[in-house]
């Protein structure tokens, strides 16, 4: 059968079974007032004695649907513009209620209190609120559709807490300008109320019990009623900002500085044209982040690493555009001068489109044994369109298209997808995806190390005699070249038993340069499953255990790897959690002619067993230490031979006073070969946030890599025996908003090899932004 049609074959003789959410698991009716809060966290303005009021009566976590063991108070109401929610969260020992003045997003751990909004009660995207009791925000979006929660949206919403002598309390306000709903007249919205309450173990309570023997969490939310004629006003958010930056590099060791200012103006535009449809806009964008990346360690890898997507343009309604596989992934657009994106909803259609230019061009290589960035010193256009359609609430088919064109170069791709949930167990996902390709005529020999030796001799390449690599051959195409991915899987989830199978071919000439495929001219074969207790009154309270096998070849039918693998996750006392696992594989190595792709007399088998652990757990209100740690065979890829593994990444963060708050990560990492250790290698990662107040805080961050080689151990190339490198960054910032800032800061860098013997500076920057949101 075609891999194409083999996805809608699952779906025949089925029958539909997931909801969503039900009136029947908390019904609340919701009074629609005139008159607003005052969002203080007093709670003390007359309106709040007409709002509905309910308790969060029931522990869904790790209690089975037990009694809550302490009381929380609500009460709700609306007027035409937002929805006003309160909380009254009594504690029997109000010393231990853990809260911090920390930035947004910043404040999990802490007592909490929040609401799950399903605007549209159909069980595929819901929005979160949190507040801890300082009124520190935290907000997210769960996508029931790919089973994945991103907290890198920010809304505009108000709340205020304060502490009291029997706990803490909230309020909160919440426009509905800033979601998307039904134009209906009459809403219904699936709705819950949560309250974390972290002692020895995090508690979680809620207005509604919560089935653990259904996979679906967004189809078991309740229902509040009474919402009528909403409005969202004008819906227009226009949000100028003015970035200035002054920056100094140079080429060492004894390079002179080089200076440029940049002074740039840019306006992004927010409009809701109608409940559910929005348009954004953006002209000349500040695209520069406040914050660093978190540091990674590039040590023995061979493929691409990954960057999680941070900026507010691409962030805004981004589910709209999610799939199952990382076929978008904005980070590709690195320096657009525009972009436009219309994201909408109609009925059981969901839609979004998406245009943007980039000064810069750069894309991903991929291979099955490594994969690469290249770039193309052209501007490219950019685009992506997206459809849903939710046939029931079991049942969503969808659409996908990216298309990237530079010059002579683009890249074009076209994907279909399906979820399809039977039961409240079972969950089937399909996607299939086809690309087209053009590559710029020469582009290969750009990363040649030698372009006097870049052509491939007749008799091949014995390794080191040529710089042909994976890249280069998986470049080397004269015309424009097809491929296609088929992906499948299949889910079953009961309360104590799950299972899966999982099945994605990948063709040697797919792309997806718009998106985050590193890996191609594989087929992967997926079998697991495994068993959950839940033990009562035991130092665990969840105990999982599973496995898994796998194989994997190449389009060729060649195999590349083969695994077998068991891990055990406890979770209990001291806010504990820890996973730990052992595996054991065979898969190849590097090829020995370079100039062929083939694997069978072309690699080395090598066989692994490692074993790997990571644990966190509270030892202390204001501590939290975590520890990520693996020892074992791997593959020195360097030299294409076996080695031993052993990597330590502990960390540990410590609220040093309520608005003071310390994180630290040290990662080491060597290699050990035969002939003695191969390199070992450390990064430290600081950031130190000092909270001024809700709205300002002064940020110092530093990453430190450290990297020491034997060169002598090397068999086919001669590295620096030594690499330090160190980022540093100070940042002020004011928010009055999450668009609404004004940034302060510097950052700077530098570097030590064999011929730099210290740390030497070799890049300065000064850099402020000043935005404003008008709400109109």
């Known amino acids: 059968m075609p891999r194409q049609y083999f996805a809608l074959a699952l779906l025949l003789g089925s029958s539909f079974g997931a909801t969503a959410g039900d009136a029947g698991n908390f019904h609340l009716d919701i009074p629609m007032l005139t008159a607003p809060a005052e969002i203080d966290g007093r709670l003390d303005d007359a309106v709040w004695q007409q709002a509905a009021t309910t308790q969060l009566t029931i522990e869904t976590g790790p209690g089975e649907n037990t009694p809550a063991p302490v009381m929380t108070d609500a009460k709700i109401f609306a007027t035409q513009e937002s929805l006003f929610v309160a909380f009254i969260a009594h504690d029997p020992d109000p010393s231990k209620i853990r809260a911090n003045?920390?930035?947004?997003?910043?404040?999990?751990?802490?007592?909490?209190?929040?609401?799950?909004?399903?605007?549209?009660?159909?069980?595929?995207?819901?929005?979160?609120?949190?507040?801890?009791p300082f009124g520190v925000q935290a907000d997210s979006i769960e996508n029931e559709l790919t089973g994945r929660e991103s907290d890198a949206w920010d809304g505009i919403w108000y709340a205020a807490g304060e502490m009291t002598d029997k706990g803490y309390q909230v309020e909160i306000e919440l426009p509905f300008r800033m979601f998307n709903f039904d134009k209906a007249s009459v809403q219904e919205w699936g709705f819950e109320l949560i309250r974390y309450w972290p002692r020895d173990e995090n508690h979680r309570l809620s207005t509604q019990a919560r089935d653990r023997d259904n996979n679906c969490t967004l189809c078991q939310l309740g229902v509040v009623t009474g919402l009528e004629d909403l409005e969202q006003g004008n819906d227009l958010q226009i949000t100028p900002s003015?970035?200035?930056?002054?920056?100094?590099?140079?080429?060492?060791?004894?390079?002179?500085?080089?200076?440029?200012?940049?002074?740039?103006?840019?306006?992004?535009?927010?409009?809701?044209?109608?409940?559910?449809?929005?348009?954004?806009?953006?002209?000349?964008?500040?695209?520069?982040?406040?914050?660093?990346?978190?540091?990674?360690?590039?040590?023995?890898?061979?493929?691409?690493?990954?960057?999680?997507?941070?900026?507010?343009?691409?962030?805004?309604?981004?589910?709209?555009?999610?799939?199952?596989?990382?076929?978008?992934?904005?980070?590709?657009?690195?320096?657009?001068?525009?972009?436009?994106?219309?994201?909408?909803?109609?009925?059981?259609?969901?839609?979004?489109?998406?245009?943007?230019?980039?000064?810069?061009?750069?894309?991903?290589?991929?291979?099955?044994?490594?994969?690469?960035?290249?770039?193309?010193?052209?501007?490219?256009?950019?685009?992506?369109?997206?459809?849903?359609?939710d046939v029931s609430s079991g049942l969503s088919i969808g659409a996908l298209t990216t298309l990237r064109k530079a010059g002579d170069y683009h890249n074009y791709q076209f994907a279909t997808d399906?979820?399809?949930?039977?039961?409240?167990?079972?969950?089937?996902?399909?996607?299939?995806?086809?690309?087209?390709?053009?590559?710029?005529?020469g582009l290969y020999k750009e990363f040649c190390g030698d372009s006097d030796n870049c052509e491939i001799p007749p008799g091949g390449c014995e390794r080191g005699d040529c710089d042909i690599n994976e890249r280069v051959l998986r470049l080397l195409k004269q015309e424009d070249f097809d491929g296609d991915l088929l992906r499948l899987r299949y889910q079953r989830e009961t309360r104590n038993w799950y299972a899966n199978l999982h099945y994605q071919a990948t063709s040697a000439d797919y792309r997806a340069d718009l998106g985050f495929v590193d890996r191609v001219d594989f087929n992967k074969f997926v079998a697991g499953g495994g068993y959950i207790w839940y033990p009562e009154d035991a130092t665990f309270n969840r105990i999982r255990w599973g496995g898994d096998w796998d194989i994997t070849h190449n389009d060729a039918g060649e195999e590349l790897e083969r695994e077998i693998e068991t891990s055990l996750e406890l979770e209990g006392k001291l806010q504990s959690y820890m996973e730990m696992g052992l595996v054991h594989r065979s898969r190849v190595g590097l090829r020995e002619d370079k100039s062929i792709l083939n694997i069978e007399d072309n690699t080395t088998l090598f066989h692994e067993t490692f074993g790997w652990f990571y644990g966190e757990f509270w030892p202390a209100q204001t501590i939290k230490t975590?520890?990520?740690?693996?020892?074992?065979?791997?593959?020195?890829?360097?030299?294409?031979?076996?080695?031993?593994?052993?990597?330590?990444?502990?960390?540990?963060?410590?609220?040093?006073?309520?608005?003071?708050?310390?994180?630290?990560?040290?990662?080491?990492?060597?290699?050990?070969?035969a002939e003695g250790e191969l390199f070992n290698a450390s990064l430290g990662d600081l950031r130190l946030n000092w909270q001024l107040s809700l709205q300002s805080f002064l940020r110092v961050s530093s990453v430190y890599t450290d990297i020491q080689r034997d060169p002598s151990l090397y068999l086919y190339s001669t590295p620096d025996s030594e690499y330090k490198g160190m980022f540093n960054e100070v940042l002020y910032g004011y928010q009055l908003n999450p668009q609404s800032v004004f940034y302060l800061g510097y950052s700077d860098g530098f570097r030590q090899d064999d011929e730099i013997k210290s740390l030497t500076q070799d890049e300065q920057t000064l850099f402020m932004k000043i935005s404003y949101a008008w709400l109109i």
Not at 635 to 660: E, K, Q, Y
Request: aromatic share 12%; proline share 4%.
């Open 418 to 441: 399906i979820k399809y949930q039977p039961t409240d167990q079972d969950t089937f996902t399909a996607q299939y995806s086809v690309s087209n390709t053009q590559y710029p005529e």
């Open 242 to 389: 003015l970035v200035a930056g002054h920056n100094r590099d140079r080429e060492l060791p004894n390079g002179d500085w080089q200076d440029e200012t940049d002074v740039d103006v840019g306006v992004d535009v927010r409009w809701g044209i109608t409940p559910d449809l929005l348009l954004s806009a953006t002209i000349n964008p500040d695209f520069s982040q406040v914050e660093a990346d978190a540091g990674q360690l590039d040590v023995n890898n061979t493929f691409a690493l990954f960057f999680p997507e941070k900026r507010a343009f691409f962030l805004d309604n981004k589910d709209y555009f999610d799939t199952q596989m990382n076929l978008v992934y904005t980070r590709n657009i690195g320096d657009p001068d525009y972009g436009a994106k219309l994201t909408g909803r109609e009925g059981q259609h969901t839609f979004g489109a998406l245009v943007a230019n980039d000064t810069q061009t750069r894309f991903l290589v991929p291979g099955n044994l490594s994969s690469s960035v290249a770039s193309i010193d052209k501007e490219s256009q950019n685009v992506v369109g997206r459809y849903r359609y």
């Open 101 to 132: 003045l920390s930035p947004r997003d910043r404040n999990w751990g802490d007592d909490l209190v929040g609401i799950k909004l399903d605007t549209y009660n159909d069980a595929r995207l819901a929005y979160q609120f949190f507040i801890n």
């Open 626 to 673: 975590r520890l990520n740690m693996s020892y074992g065979d791997t593959i020195d890829f360097a030299n294409n031979r076996p080695g031993t593994n052993t990597r330590f990444r502990p960390g540990i963060s410590w609220d040093v006073m309520d608005n003071l708050a310390l994180d630290f990560a040290w990662e080491y990492r060597s290699l050990d070969v």
